[in-house]
């Protein structure tokens, strides 16, 4: 799917990080955009500055029929929607908006993610229904919802899971985020595998990112009443550490690159650094010796 102006994408989890960088990104290629989240404040502002972000020049938002620059005014079609992804009503609402009023859907994000740091065996049972709720659910919902009516408009689309390094490697301290991740590669590859198989127009990409400049580490800002738990020692340093990576970690707005590079170029796996290509081939081949992988 190369052209992707005059195209619709909804991303979840949209009010920071990656979904706001993806929504910008696209908006700069004059796509229309839904944007879902549950935060109000953060969706709206990335809303705003979405509207605000010119169309690159050379999109065909931006050349007439004779390839010559025409005026765009700025800004592009922004519609916005509060969803939680681990409720399978909001998201299928969320679905019947974005056909009912757009018409169509050519790349679904399935972004919103949340982390929580502590050893598997110190995780209660209601901070693994929010990790697999959101991180895993999440994606299957999108799926749900969107992929049947994708395939009927027999158009070119893609779909985009954000899944996580730790969907490849697990590490100490963050046993139940890894495991939610490691299922949300599994449903990225069970989904691409099936479109393959079925001859739909439909691509898949799994987008791993390390460390990003995001506020990961604050998930628990977004956490619903009912599922909050108290937080152990081990959760906590965990979750300074990680807060910390973040804000070394790789600007967004790369990673929105990576996203828009991996649709055009019709690739599943895509790595925000290098090096973890060479570590997944390590791994593979310690685990194929039946030994334990050195986590670094």
């Excluded at 018409?103 to 901070?127: E, P, S």
């Excluded at 299957?140 to 730790?166: C, K, Y």
């Excluded at 990225?188 to 791993?208: E, H, M, P, Y």
């Excluded at 070394?248 to 996203?259: E, I, Q």
């Amino acid at each position: 799917m190369r052209e992707l102006s005059g195209k619709v994408a909804v991303v979840t989890g949209a009010a920071g990080g990656i979904g706001r960088a993806l929504a910008l990104r696209f908006a700069a290629e004059g796509m229309t955009l839904m944007l879902a989240d549950v935060d109000h404040g953060g969706l709206a502002e990335t809303a705003a500055m979405a509207a605000a972000v010119e169309v690159r020049p050379g999109t065909a938002a931006t050349t007439g029929d004779a390839g010559l620059p025409v005026e765009t005014g700025g800004g592009v079609q922004v519609l916005t929607q509060i969803a939680d992804v681990s409720d399978s009503w909001a998201v299928r609402h969320l679905a019947d908006r974005c056909f009912g009023e757009l018409g169509a859907v050519h790349v679904l994000c399935n972004n919103a993610g949340v982390f929580q740091g502590g050893h598997l065996w110190t995780r209660a049972d209601k901070d693994l229904d929010w990790l697999l709720g959101v991180n895993l659910w999440g994606v299957l919902h999108g799926v749900q919802a969107f992929v049947p009516r994708m395939i009927e408009q027999d158009t070119e689309g893609h779909v985009v899971n954000t899944v996580s390094v730790a969907g490849l490697f697990a590490s100490p301290g963050a046993g139940g985020y890894s495991v939610s991740k490691f299922a949300a590669l599994a449903a990225s590859l069970a989904l691409a595998q099936d479109l393959a198989a079925t001859g739909a127009k439909l691509r898949v990409s799994a987008l791993c990112p390390g460390a990003v400049d995001t506020r990961i580490g604050e998930s628990e800002r977004n956490r619903p009443p009912g599922l909050v738990t108290t937080p152990t020692p081990d959760e906590v340093e965990v979750r300074e550490r990680i807060g910390r990576a973040a804000g070394r970690g790789l600007d967004p707005a790369a990673v929105a690159d990576l996203v828009v590079t991996g649709i055009r170029e019709e690739r599943f796996l895509l790595l925000t650094d290098e090096k973890y290509a060479a570590r997944l081939r390590l791994q593979t081949e310690t685990l194929l010796t039946g030994h334990l992988p050195d986590p670094r």
